[in-house]
């Protein structure tokens, strides 16, 4: 119970932690390709996990009792979830713009339900249904925007493929590897390393390869964009990752899963604070469903356990 709770509040923290990451590398992107953006954020990331790993004693044991196995599926999770994913990701947002990869990302919480229930035999409680549903719906209402000016149908419509993939390549990354990150199997912080390490190795490789080398290490040249691609990179690639594979190693899956996805109410709020951009109405509804969706997912037992006893009560 109190591992679950753990879980549920990594889940949320993860959610935070990547929408202030995704207001500074909305702009960041702007200057830089997505692999450039995605291999300088997942570099940083790397070092403070690897930093971590020495630091704290648990780390370096990571590996007794584990088989190789376990390493290659975490490997392979991150490099569908991390080198693969994010980058799709990364572009889908610089074709589309904050408002339809709002839109798209709501792909994100049906995808982890459907992968839980069909790799990991989770079990769906009706109230679970109705926080993800409120949940989708304020994301929905925050995502109805204009289109960015300058786009064609064309990129809109390759801009959402993207984004899709994405969706589908990150949910089924981390909820298929979810058994190896059993409490009984991997440390949090090795597991974690071992998914970002792989993501990174092969971004890396193919920018080495790639004929526009120059401009997927552009991000590495020291810049003023540094003053958001650096935080951005600490709170998108090392704290939000830290907090969401906890969510998925301490809670259940598909609960975690629509946590995370609060994370695009996060950023409206985000926005509205820092951007400046005005608080509507529409946002307002937006977030207290979200709030309210929130609730009903975390305390999902409760919720059932009272709907049974108020309105089936005999």
């Not at 370096?60 to 390493?71: I, K, P």
């Not at 998914?195 to 004929?211: E, K, N």
Request: with cysteine; hydrophobic share 55%.
């Amino acid at each position: 119970m109190i591992l679950a709770v753990v879980g549920e509040s990594c889940a949320l923290g993860a959610a935070l932690c990547w929408a202030l990451a995704l207001v500074m590398f909305k702009r960041s992107g702007e200057h830089v390709s997505a692999l450039a953006l995605n291999l300088f954020k997942n570099v940083v990331g790397l070092v403070l996990l690897v930093a971590t790993m020495i630091v704290v004693p648990t780390g370096r044991e990571a590996y007794s009792g584990n088989t190789t196995s376990d390493v290659l599926l975490l490997a392979f999770s991150g490099v569908l979830g991390i080198a693969v994913a994010d980058t799709l990701f990364l572009q889908a947002l610089h074709y589309l713009g904050v408002g339809l990869i709002s839109v798209v990302e709501c792909l994100y919480s049906p995808f982890i339900l459907f992968f839980s229930f069909v790799l990991l035999s989770e079990p769906l409680g009706p109230a679970q249904f109705l926080g993800a549903g409120l949940i989708v719906a304020a994301v929905l209402i925050v995502s109805r925007n204009e289109p960015p000016a300058g786009r064609t149908k064309l990129e809109l419509t390759i801009g959402v493929l993207l984004g899709a993939g994405a969706m589908t390549l990150m949910t089924f990354g981390i909820v298929f590897v979810k058994p190896v990150l059993d409490v009984a199997n991997f440390p949090l912080i090795p597991a974690t390393t071992i998914r970002l390490a792989a993501g990174t190795l092969l971004l890396a490789l193919f920018a080495c390869v790639s004929p526009k080398r120059r401009e997927h290490f552009k991000a590495f040249r020291p810049n003023a964009l540094w003053r958001l691609s650096v935080p951005g990179s600490v709170l998108g690639t090392y704290l939000a990752m830290i907090f969401w594979v906890a969510g998925f190693k301490y809670a259940n899956a598909s609960t975690a899963g629509i946590l995370n996805q609060t994370s695009i109410v996060f950023a409206i709020i985000l926005a509205t604070l820092i951007l400046k951009e005005p608080f509507t109405r529409r946002k307002f509804v937006a977030v207290s469903l979200a709030v309210l969706g929130v609730l009903i997912v975390t305390f999902h037992d409760k919720v059932e356990l009272w709907t049974r006893d108020t309105f089936w009560a005999t």
